[in-house]
């Protein structure tokens, strides 16, 4: 994958069960989300964090789209500490996926905006308003 060893990623910060459970390593429970594999695994979640981010950013702020990530970032990495405690793991797939359940949230709770009149003063977007569910 074109990346840094495991003992590389350790060093730098890499997610640990036994280091954060034995040796008080709580800093390995934040800098495993700015952690890559390597260039591919770095690269398909940037690009995943600049569309994705972007829209939660642009519709929330950034402080609050920062805290939609950090947080189930840093869940993500305690489940991965609970559940694979063998494993090291880095990556900011937990922080993305929460950026992606915060965007399904925000369309189930403004599903009725979305085709509304009120709105979408335009006659734009008024074509699929038969797909609607109520």
């Not at 429970?29 to 890559?36: A, E, G, K, N």
Request: aromatic share 12%.
């Amino acid at each position: 994958m074109i990346g840094p060893s495991a003992e590389t990623l350790l060093r730098m910060g890499a997610k640990q069960t036994s280091l954060i459970v034995n040796q008080g390593e709580w800093y390995r429970l934040f800098s495993p989300m700015v952690l890559h594999a390597g260039l591919i695994h770095y690269f398909l979640n940037m690009t995943a964090l600049w569309f994705i981010g972007k829209a939660v950013e642009q519709c929330h702020g950034f402080a609050a789209a920062a805290i939609i990530f950090i947080i189930p970032a840093v869940g993500g990495t305690i489940m991965s500490a609970i559940f694979l405690p063998e494993y090291i793991s880095v990556g900011a797939s937990g922080g993305i996926f929460g950026l992606i359940g915060a965007c399904i949230a925000d369309i189930c709770i403004n599903w009725s905006l979305l085709f509304s009149k009120h709105v979408n003063s335009s006659d734009e977007g008024t074509r699929f308003r038969h797909l609607k569910v109520r």
